[in-house]
């Protein structure tokens, strides 16, 4: 029995690498996609559905958790998985990425960010060592390290300064999660590689977080605004900097190219909202290009959303009922569209891992670019 965490590279092929994490909570086959259950839930999903689509693991968030409906009182309910109905492994971010992008007033020291909620005003204190028990409060099978994640057109000077705060952030975060004994027993801790743009940043982060000893490295501080091709570039060195035999974990990535782009630069782990946010708004993902179901075009089509895909929505229900969904603001059709953006995701994460084990990725993405990106019809 997998006492708390392992991983594996099962075939590489390039710099494209698929693989198994394996946890008390069941395996994970990478390159994953996370759906985000920001609140303890994935919208407009039940967590049967999710597993059922083929998602190993989802994402919790641990600034929303802490506000409400509060981590003592998560773990007075007997933690996040059970409160949520789901069993499988969960991993919680930090909370400061949400610190800095949704709280007005905040203030910044060595200690932490002070900050007022961004629901009552409430004022609250969050530090590596109140992140690493809320996160072991929640019953998390991944935890994130602490950090700050500056925006990318910032003075150079100002990101290295956040970098190394950041790192300095990991050191307590690592201590902190020691210190909790019995959930450090069957969890991992995964550091955070800072430096926006900078490469030079990029390597000493990457080594002060070597230095540390993590679980797994999470590239940070992308998509925040900098674009596809920056995000790229940095790319192209930094999950290289990383130790091969963890793994890496690009966060809040991102549109279906993006994914096939970073895999092929050796990233295993991905979560971002766009799938079910899209999901809500009526743009579903196709392996044609993503379509926009409110365009007046699909208010007589008999197709399916997309007849490449497996998921239910696409087996039962055509484009002009979506269609019809969308434009009444029923919220069946931020359902059936969610199922189908979660369900697309994780078969394009399957066709990845088929694809490297087969020595066959330069192909597919080849194949996927030349279909995906193809001028959009909808």
């Avoid at 099962?10 to 390159?31: F, K, L, N, S, Y």
């Avoid at 050191?171 to 909790?180: A, E, K, V």
């Avoid at 696409?314 to 969308?326: D, P, V």
């Avoid at 084990?357 to 993405?365: D, K, L, P, T, W």
Wanted: charge should be negative; include cysteine; charged fraction near 25%.
């Amino acid at each position: 029995m997998v006492q708390r965490f392992e991983f594996a590279v099962e075939a590489t092929d390039g710099r494209a690498r698929t693989g198994r994490i394996r946890m008390m909570r069941g395996d994970i086959a990478t390159p994953a996609f996370m759906p985000v259950g920001t609140v303890a839930t994935v919208k407009a999903m039940k967590p049967e559905a999710v597993r059922a689509i083929g998602a190993d693991i989802i994402l919790g968030n641990t600034y929303h958790l802490m506000l409400r409906p509060g981590a003592e009182r998560m773990a007075k309910l007997g933690g996040l998985h059970k409160f949520m109905n789901w069993q499988r492994p969960i991993l919680t971010d930090s909370g400061g990425y949400q610190v800095m992008s949704l709280s007005d007033l905040r203030k910044l020291s060595e200690e932490g960010v002070e900050f007022r909620s961004h629901l009552d005003g409430s004022k609250h204190m969050l530090t590596p060592e109140r992140s690493m028990e809320i996160q072991r409060l929640l019953g998390s099978d991944i935890v994130m390290a602490f950090d700050e994640c500056p925006r990318a057109d910032r003075p150079r000077e100002e990101i290295a300064e956040s970098m190394e705060l950041s790192m300095r952030w990991a050191r307590r975060s690592r201590d902190g999660f020691d210190s909790g004994e019995e959930h450090a027993s069957r969890s991992a801790l995964f550091g955070i590689q800072q430096g926006a743009l900078d490469q030079e940043l990029r390597q000493i982060s990457a080594e002060k977080l070597i230095d540390i000893g993590f679980d797994g490295y999470a590239v940070g501080g992308l998509a925040v605004g900098e674009g596809q091709e920056a995000m790229f570039g940095v790319l192209d060195y930094a999950p290289e900097m990383l130790p091969k035999d963890r793994p890496r974990y690009l966060m809040g990535v991102g549109k279906p190219d993006d994914l096939v782009g970073a895999v092929e630069r050796g990233i295993d782990m991905f979560d971002c909202v766009l799938p079910t946010r899209s999901g809500r708004n009526g743009q579903a993902f196709t392996w044609n290009g993503p379509i926009n179901l409110r365009n007046a075009r699909f208010a007589e089509d008999t197709d399916p959303l997309d007849d490449r895909c497996e998921c239910d929505t696409c087996a039962h229900y055509s484009r002009a009922y979506l269609h019809h969904l969308q434009k009444s603001g029923e919220i069946l059709g931020a359902m059936l569209v969610t199922e189908h953006n979660l369900a697309f995701y994780q078969q394009l994460m399957r066709k990845m891992r088929g694809a490297i084990s087969a020595g066959q990725f330069a192909q597919f993405a080849l194949d996927f670019r030349q279909d995906y990106l193809r001028p959009s019809r909808g």
